[in-house]
């Protein structure tokens, strides 16, 4: 691997940054906090790395890795569900 290297917070597998997707504490459509994607990776803020697959998007449900990661509380995931199987 070249480059910045990440941890996937589902599998908690290393890849290239380049391979993972960015998410970051956000708001979904009605304001309340969420997991937003960021696929540009030009969000301000601390962020978390999930390879786009829907088995490290469960995994990381099921750890409650996404709040540990973002050093935030609850936060809703369904932003980064409906990315995932959107793209």
């Known amino acids: 691997m070249t ?3 990440r941890t996937c917070i589902g ?3 290393r890849a290239a ?7 970051v504490a956000g708001s979904d459509a009605l304001g309340h906090p969420a997991v937003v ?3 540009d990776a030009t969000a301000p803020g601390r962020g978390a790395h999930l390879h786009p697959t829907a088995e490290c998007y469960d995994l990381a449900v099921r750890r409650r890795a996404f ?3 973002l050093r935030a ?3 809703a995931t369904a932003p980064v569900r409906d990315y995932l199987t959107s793209h």
């Open 3 to 5: 480059g910045p290297v």
């Open 73 to 75: 509380g609850e936060l």
């Open 11 to 13: 599998c908690r597998q």
């Open 67 to 69: 709040a540990r990661a």
């Open 37 to 39: 994607p960021d696929p």
């Open 17 to 23: 940054k380049s391979e993972l997707l960015r998410l």
